[in-house]
């Protein structure tokens, strides 16, 4: 069957996914300005699920739908239904008409308002003014909530500068100080943050330099619960960097340190030393954690992290994922396994949700793959990994990459490993590649 979608294609000469990637691309961001949406900046889908849509055999996931109706002007049923015997006469490049100068006034308002930042910053002589201090817990209220939703390119260059003045407003002697607990306070998130994007870069040294910044900060700002953040932190760090004994070691020092924590990140803890035990293969330590984190759970009040949201919270379905891992880390990813694989793979498919993040997603799923493929379930992990596959490269952070080899390992010692469709995605597990560098921030 030839679709709508395969014809228009074809008449556009954009048969090569050479040609048809780069097109599918300059349309995403069009839409991304147009719409205000920055996840579909970077949007942009393997070769070979162009050639899959190509074909009529596969859908293509929600966003991807929105770029191809923006683009074509048509449904995305219409698309995928037989093509008409006669000629289409589609809404062709609908983005391309007076979008350029819509994109153009936005960075215009973009630079703008960066300079009015550094206005104010500098206008407050002295002493450091409401104005200032407020700007700064604006970017971080953003940043927090953006940063497990957003692709890291776009954020990237705000947090380096939000840093910065952070750093700038402690260093220079104008804070008073209650404001300068304060400042603390946001320096520790920002650090905590940048830490987090050296992470996601596979800069784990890097990483933990903005980490142990952040533990400074945090005595600084005498914040309890902050300091048990930074703990956690560094456990993940080292658990994606494959030291499960540093992540343990991590993970229960800010336990030990901080017992009296409500805060959701007095289960976040505890659901580190379970996944760390397990990557060390201590199932004991493992399954006691994950009681510990129940436990938590039970008499969690959430406290002004939990309020600012983003990776600062740890939601049940987060720590059902967590479980997950952990079980299939210790190799009881089996049927057992599936119910509670398949309800956290659920938690993370509405995106609209609060606690909704691409890399919990990607995580999950992978998980999920794993245990279909220890049940010779070829089809299912296929299915479970699809959007996981097809994620654009800004996407691809540390933690995601080593969860993509993990199901890669798996795969090669699966007894359906020769089949045309396990060769097929042990290419691409292969080929799945890190996200790209962050780019370089330009001189304020």
């Known amino acids: 069957m030839t679709t709508l979608f395969r014809r228009l294609v074809d008449e556009r000469e954009l ?30 889908p393997a070769a070979s699920t162009f050639e899959a849509w190509y074909y009529g055999q596969r859908l293509p996931n929600r966003d991807a739908r929105r770029v191809l109706v923006a683009w074509f002007g048509h449904t995305i049923d219409r698309l995928w239904a037989p093509a008409p015997e006669a000629a289409v006469t589609p809404r062709d490049d609908v983005l391309d008409c007076g979008d350029a100068d819509l994109y153009e006034m936005r960075r215009g308002a973009a630079m703008a ?6 206005f104010a910053l500098g206008a407050e002589q002295g002493q450091l003014g409401d104005e200032t201090l407020g700007y700064l ?4 209220r953003r940043i927090t909530a953006e940063y497990p939703k957003t692709p890291l390119p776009m954020l990237f260059d705000d947090l380096v500068a939000a840093q910065e003045d952070a750093f700038r407003l402690i260093e220079g002697g104008r804070a008073r100080p209650s404001q ?21 870069l596979g800069e784990a040294s890097s990483a933990m330099m903005h980490a142990r910044a952040a533990g400074v900060s945090a005595e600084k700002a005498e914040h309890p619960a902050l300091n048990a953040l930074v703990y956690g932190l560094k456990s993940l760090i080292a658990y994606w960097s494959g030291y499960g004994a540093d ?35 201590d199932a004991a330590t493992a399954a006691s954690a994950v009681d510990q984190a129940a436990r938590q759970r039970d008499t969690v009040v959430p406290d002004d992290l939990d309020e600012l949201g983003g990776l600062l919270t740890f939601p049940a379905e987060k720590e059902l994922y967590y479980r997950v891992e952990t079980e299939v880390l210790l190799g009881h990813g089996t049927a057992a396994t599936a119910p ?10 509405d995106r609209t949700t609060p606690h909704w993040a691409f890399g919990d997603e990607a995580g999950a799923r992978c998980n999920l793959a794993m245990i279909h493929l220890n049940a010779d379930e070829l089809d299912g992990a296929a299915d479970a990994l699809r959007p996981v596959l097809d ?3 800004a996407q691809r952070n540390r933690g995601i990459v080593v969860s993509a ?12 490993r020769s089949a045309l469709l396990a060769r097929e995605l042990g290419e691409e597990l292969t080929q799945f590649s890190p996200a790209a560098p962050a780019p370089t921030m330009l001189p304020r």
């Not at 996914?17 to 942009?44: K, N, S």
């Open 113 to 118: 308002a960066r300079r009015a930042r550094d």
């Open 340 to 349: 509670d694989a398949e309800r956290a793979v659920q938690a993370f498919t």
């Open 247 to 281: 992540a343990l070691f991590h993970a229960r020092k800010g336990a030990a340190e901080h017992p009296n924590l409500r805060g959701t990140v007095s289960v976040w803890l505890p659901a580190l030393e379970a996944r760390a035990a397990a990557l060390v293969g």
């Open 391 to 393: 994620l654009p490269r």
């Open 405 to 416: 080899q993990r199901v890669n390992h798996t795969l090669a010692r699966t007894p359906a």
């Open 15 to 44: 048969r090569d996914p050479r040609a048809f990637l780069p097109r599918f691309a300059e349309q995403a961001r069009l839409l991304a300005d147009r719409d205000g949406d920055v996840r579909l900046a970077t949007l942009e």
């Open 137 to 140: 817990q604006d970017e971080v």
């Open 180 to 200: 300068l607990q304060q400042l603390y306070f946001l320096s520790t998130l920002l650090s905590w943050h940048m830490a987090k994007a050296c992470h996601d």
